[in-house]
């Protein structure tokens, strides 16, 4: 019995030096959404880097932009700026590579029904900030995500030119793309990170067997899948199962176009497949996967 009272008291003496001796850890991410109402000079910080936020809510397009952020290094400003978002956005401050600087990354979405979020990065590069972005994404966007677990972070998205292409939005199932953030750049590491193809494969795959089921669009899914293998290494297993599979009846994707001007028309889904495929630089111009 002494030794629980004993126990009890210690807890609380732990407790008590918990919250007495925690420094208040400083924030490192705002995050809007919907129900975020407007704020100013809201402050971030990691390391020597220092960021104060401030949202304006808006609750239609505006030419006005609405989410300013100021940049400090080392308790010297050095930039300020400004974009426009809507419904969502942020600001958080991470080392997307790991050499020690933590970057400034700025998501905004443009509104509007799938489209488009974008990424805005500062990184620190010879004690001066250099900015890239990942263009307009879909509405799914993208995500940081350490993968492979080294303490450096992927950008993981997928590839947008295959939304609409042979399906509608809905329809559509674009295949992987995976990016590595390194010295303000990033660079296209999407085929090292074969267990992570693996799985959005087997989802494609489920969501192939379920429209299927319902007898909704097949061919948006299927393009996506064929791309998913060919970067799997496995492009002519992708090739059959699309053939066996197809939806012969949907001429969705067979337009030619030059130029914004129809041309003509592909005989099939898997010819007009095939040139997408080699536009989009997954096959080359023998149709081989590149
Ligand atoms: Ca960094
Ligand atoms: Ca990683």
């Known amino acids: ?88 956005g942020g600001v958080f401050l991470k080392d997307l590579d790991g ?73 559509s199932f674009p295949p992987s793309q995976i990016y590595t953030f390194t010295n303000g750049k990033f660079e296209d590491v999407t085929r090292s990170y074969t267990q992570h193809l693996r799985s959005h494969a087997w989802e494609m795959y489920q969501a192939f067997l379920q429209s299927k089921k319902e007898q909704y669009e097949v061919n948006g899914i299927l393009a996506g899948y064929v791309a998913q293998k060919l970067l799997l290494g496995e492009y002519e297993q992708g090739w059959k199962f699309m053939l066996a599979n197809y939806d012969r009846t949907s001429d969705w994707g067979l337009t030619i176009y030059q130029e914004d001007r129809e041309i003509g028309k592909y005989p099939n889904f898997p010819t007009a497949l095939k040139a997408f495929l080699t536009q989009q630089g997954y096959l080359d111009k023998n149709g081989q996967p590149q």
Request: proline share 1%; charged share 20%; glycine share 6%.
């Open 1 to 88: 019995m002494n030794s629980l009272i004993k126990q009890i008291s210690s807890y609380f003496i732990f407790l008590t030096l918990l919250f007495t001796t925690n420094p208040v850890i400083a924030k490192t991410a705002i995050d809007i959404d919907y129900d975020t109402t407007s704020f100013k000079n809201e402050k971030l910080s990691l390391d020597k880097l220092e960021v104060t936020v401030s949202y304006n809510k808006k609750e239609e397009f505006d030419e006005i932009d609405n989410l300013h952020y100021q940049i400090s290094y080392n308790g010297v400003s050095q930039l300020s700026s400004s974009v426009f978002t809507q419904f969502t």
């Open 99 to 171: 050499n020690g600087t933590p970057e400034v990354i700025v998501r905004t979405f443009s509104g509007g029904a799938h489209c488009c979020t974008n990424y805005i990065i500062y990184t620190q590069q010879n004690n001066q900030l250099v900015k890239s972005e990942t263009g307009f994404l879909d509405s799914r966007g993208g995500s940081f995500q350490d993968l492979n677990r080294d303490g450096n972070f992927e950008f993981v998205s997928v590839d947008n030119s295959f939304l609409y292409a042979f399906s509608s939005y809905a329809g």
